[in-house]
DNA sequence: GCAACGCATGCAATCGTAGTGCATTATTTC
DNA sequence: GAAATAATGCACTACGATTGCATGCGTTGC
């Protein structure tokens, strides 16, 4: 358990029972999950509290956000390599049309994007819709 | 006018009198627009005949939805090949986080993914969030 | 040890968008 | 022109995101 402080501690978050919840599920995931995915699992927990313990991860850079095209947020947990000044996972993310479930693939990289003049990239989400190696099968 | 009614019926779509209206609004916009935009800007328009209205565009290959990570589902008018078998909107979205706005770059295309073993892609989205060209300046 | 403070938590409530059901109106077909 | 079919408008529901506020808990200073 005294693992799971550091990792907070390392992001400078300060480790309360509910992080330290949170955190674990968030390790123990295969895929992003939502806020009601959390509240579901996690029983005896508030949904408000859970936003705001996700929004802190987030701002410190322990999750990040994915957006896969439902309308509604999941999260998941970034590389080692992002902080609270700017977050890194420049994966593709995938979302599988058959098990709804959004993976990221922290192994692929974005390939360089062209851009017409005078546009200025800040961030890039790349999302990829189909089937998982699981339902393929 | 006569012009508006031919793009619908190239599409097999019925050229009432609402879907003229939307047509030719959204033939006016430069960015891709939600159902409240819509609503908003024409007035004494009922916000679920909109939708339904958009969701027949869309089933019949006229407009593409468009994701932007806002989670507000925006709509844009397709290119023109696209039939009701399939959208080939293969291009960037662009969300400017300074005026909001989000852009077809019909121009881009989306290169080549590599994804992992066993994953089978259906459709790609790829955003692309910054500065647009008005706001860089 | 305790008082004061700040942060975390939990509850209630609000807001906005998506979506469905049904009655009404318009349009097509014969 | 009447019947059938499709489109529209209104009412309402569902749900996720978000805020406000009160309470709880842990830390610090004395």
């Given amino acids: 358990m005294k693992e799971l402080e550091k990792q907070l501690q390392e992001k400078q978050i300060k480790p309360t029972a509910m992080r330290l919840v949170v955190l674990d599920y968030l390790l123990k995931q295969t895929s992003a999950v939502s806020l009601t995915d959390m509240e579901v699992s996690l029983k005896k927990t508030d949904r408000v509290t859970l936003y705001r313990t996700v929004k802190t991860f987030e701002e410190h850079g322990l999750v990040h956000r994915v957006e896969d095209g439902t309308g509604v947020t999941k999260f998941a947990l970034c590389q080692p390599d992002c902080t609270a000044n700017g977050h890194h996972d420049l994966h593709i993310h995938f979302y599988c049309t058959n098990c709804k479930e959004t993976h ?17 990239r800040q961030e890039i989400n790349l999302l990829v819709k189909g089937l998982c190696a699981a339902c393929k099968k």
Avoid at 105 to 120: A, K, N
Wanted: with cysteine.
């Fill in 104 to 120: 990221c693939l922290p192994r692929t990289h974005i390939p360089e994007i062209m851009l017409p003049d005078g546009y200025d």
